[in-house]
């Protein structure tokens, strides 16, 4: 099994075109949209007394000329709430695969009608076959999908690792998080630069934190040490981490530069407020450095995603509890300037951007036990035009009153040559 895993890994070698339509794809995705995106599916998490209760994927006409642009055009409910957060395409953008943190099931949906996703597929020993709990990133490789979860079966903290499958859902092989020369064992997020052999992984925390209510969590000093605070340089090809990163306070997504000659990336750190750049310095060397600072990071903003532009030169940072969304200049990306805010709502999560960079759209829910209570849950999808120097509001869709529940993470698809699918 490790041979045919090796055999697709060395495919990394071949040089990858910088073209991506939520520009954080990974880049052995094909088919990727460089005009307009026609829908939009939000895997969504269920609510109890809202709607059917059950976690979903809600797919949205965001076609302008279409004649449903800006509604919900289909909800498929999988049953249950199991925490969904993350999905993914795979390599041939035919199928989502959507996961659960807390259940751990994964779904795979059929997109050979995007405008109506089919359920072909769940996955349901994925902690009994790997040991790990938590499916989080879905990262497409040929041919395969690499899963990095976020804890471990046996006692539930934030050791884990990297679980790669066949696109048939069949496990190939594990791959444990580094513990040794500094590594603290925890996952988040997956990001690939091809041309330089580099999988570059970040980290977060565990199920005893991800499932804890925030208000509960923050107040106790255990739980607040249970935190990730490294990332991790690792060979693509071998699947061996070559080395340990510091970049304290759970960096998040990993956003590499779009430009095949550059050779960095950057990452958000929640709970110091952050922006970090990994790069090769002059003598080739990995390292990690710190460039900038998300709003104030005494009121703990809590950067959550982020979306760097096609052309590396801007990216957008979402902090969650004050609903704000920021956009930095990142031309030179050794000093990260914020250039442009705006409140989006009570709280903000995802953000996706289309190649262009000329629609930008957001949802709000974090996890279940961490979005805000009351009045104060915002759960809603909005869609913005950017115009260069403001976010124009086109469309919202609030979940909470449609009864859909939580709306999560975002992926684009289209099927008509009018969205100019790339090779």
């Not at 009994?128 to 471990?152: C, E, I, W």
Request: charged share 25%.
């Amino acid at each position: 099994m490790l041979g045919a895993c090796a055999a697709a890994l060395s495919l990394a070698t071949i040089a990858i075109p910088a073209v991506a339509d939520e520009t954080c794809n990974s880049p052995f995705t094909a088919a990727l949209i460089t005009g307009q995106e026609q829908f939009l599916h939000v895997w969504t998490l269920g609510e109890v007394g809202v709607g059917d209760e059950s976690d979903k994927l809600v797919t949205i006409d965001v076609e302008p000329s279409s004649a449903n642009y800006g509604k919900v055009i289909n909800s498929l409910s999988v049953g249950g709430r199991g925490e969904a957060h993350h999905v993914g395409f795979t390599d041939d953008r035919r199928y989502i695969w959507a996961g659960r943190l807390d259940d751990n099931k994964i779904f795979v949906f059929d997109l050979v009608d995007p405008a109506k996703p089919k359920v072909v597929k769940v996955i349901e020993d994925f902690s009994d076959k790997t040991g790990y709990v938590g499916p989080h990133t879905f990262y497409a490789m040929p041919g395969r999908m690499m899963v990095q979860a976020l804890s471990n079966n046996k006692t539930h903290d934030g050791k884990t690792g990297i679980a790669i499958y066949n696109n048939a859902g069949e496990l190939i092989s594990t791959h444990d998080m580094p513990l040794a020369n500094g590594g603290d064992g925890y996952g988040y997020d997956i990001g690939i630069n091809p041309n330089k052999n580099v999988m570059l992984t970040s980290s977060f925390t565990g199920w005893t934190n991800y499932m804890m209510d925030m208000g509960k969590m923050v107040k106790d000093p255990d739980a607040m040490k249970n935190f990730g605070n490294t990332m991790v340089i690792w060979d693509l090809k071998s699947m061996e981490p070559k080395k340990v990163l510091s970049v304290p306070g759970a960096p998040l997504e990993i956003r590499w530069s779009l430009k095949p000659e550059d050779n960095w990336a950057l990452t958000a750190t929640a709970l110091t407020s952050k922006l970090w750049l990994v790069k090769q310095d002059d003598k080739g060397e990995w390292v990690s450095k710190e460039v900038g600072t998300i709003g104030d990071p005494a009121k703990i903003p809590l950067p959550v995603d982020i979306s760097i532009a096609a052309d590396a030169k801007t990216l957008w940072v979402n902090t969650f509890m004050d609903g704000t969304t920021r956009l930095f200049d990142v031309s030179n990306p050794e000093e990260a300037k914020e250039i442009y805010s705006k409140k989006i709502g009570n709280q903000v999560n995802m953000v996706s951007q289309s190649y262009d960079g000329k629609r930008v759209y957001f949802t709000t829910s974090l996890l279940a036990n961490w979005d805000k209570k009351g009045e104060h849950n915002d759960q809603f999808l909005k869609a913005y035009d950017w115009d260069g120097k403001d976010l124009v509001e086109k469309f919202t869709i609030d979940f909470n009153e449609l009864k859909l529940g939580r709306a999560h993470h975002m992926k684009f698809s289209a099927k008509t040559k009018a969205a100019k699918l790339g090779d």
